[in-house]
């Protein structure tokens, strides 16, 4: 039986999966067993696998293979210091979250760290590179990233998202 933050990580991403399935119009699913299997200390994983099978396993949600580009890495919390956003201070949370999503993310992959919050919301976290890219209205810049609220983000940059991470086959 898993614990109830495994069950409570997993309903997130199930959720997540329910919204970008229905955003896109293709299948998005939550990795089975998800929780790291390409990231920390399993990168060595990565060695024995194919390319498509690494697509597959690099976030906790599964894209439709044209979107193969995309990585999403799923949290789902209690609580979260929102007030440090603004400062200069890092937040040790946020920065472990993004480096467990880099050590699998490819070049030219477009990841987001989508971050639940008990009562609060839902907001994502990328690269700020791809700011230019986006409309993104409310948003708060955390060092080289971007910190805004996701579903909207979404909403608004469908097509754009959809572009950008494509196959190129």
Not at 151 to 168: G, W
Request: with cysteine.
């Amino acid at each position: 039986m898993p614990s109830k933050g495994k069950t409570k990580g997993n309903m997130g991403e199930l959720k997540i999966a329910k919204f970008l399935t229905e955003q896109f119009g293709s299948k998005f699913m939550r990795v089975p067993n998800s929780g790291a299997f390409l990231g920390g200390a399993n990168a060595h994983r990565k060695e024995l696998m194919d390319s498509q099978q690494i697509n597959y396993f690099k976030s906790d949600i599964i894209p439709p293979s044209h979107m193969h580009k995309l990585v999403i890495e799923s949290k789902f919390y209690k609580s979260f210091p929102f007030e440090k956003l603004s400062g200069n201070a890092p937040i040790l949370q946020l920065d472990t979250w993004i480096k467990q999503t880099l050590v699998t993310v490819d070049e030219g992959d477009m990841w987001f760290v989508v971050v639940r919050i008990n009562h609060k919301g839902t907001w994502a976290c990328f690269d700020a590179k791809w700011l230019p890219h986006l409309q993104v209205a409310n948003h708060t810049r955390y060092f080289s990233y971007v910190w805004c609220e996701f579903e909207t983000l979404f909403e608004n940059n469908k097509q754009q998202i959809l572009k950008l991470t494509q196959s190129d086959s």
